[in-house]
C-alpha cells in the first residue's frame, strides 16, 4: 500500500483494490451478504467503509484504477544572475 506521508494514511493501488474484490467474490459463494463483509474485512485488513467504496467504484466505472499522482512542475533552468540574488 502507498503511505501518504502528510496524512499518514494509505492509498490503495488498483491491484489492491482487485484482490478485495475477488476475495469478496469468492466468499459470495459459501456465505450470506453480511458475512460476505465481516469476512472480507477479517481477511483483507481493510475497514468496511473501504470494501464498499471499492465495490461501488467496480460497479459505478466497471474498472478499478490507482489514485492520481500530482504532476511535477517542469525543470527551469537556474541562470547565476538568480543563484546571487536569492
Known sequence: MATNKKSGYTHLRSREKRTVVQVANYLKKKKPMESIIRSTVDATGVSRRTVFRIRKELRETGKLA????PKREPYKPVDIYRLCHY
Do not use: L
Not at 66 to 69: A, F, Q
Open 66 to 69: 490507482s489514485p492520481k499522482r
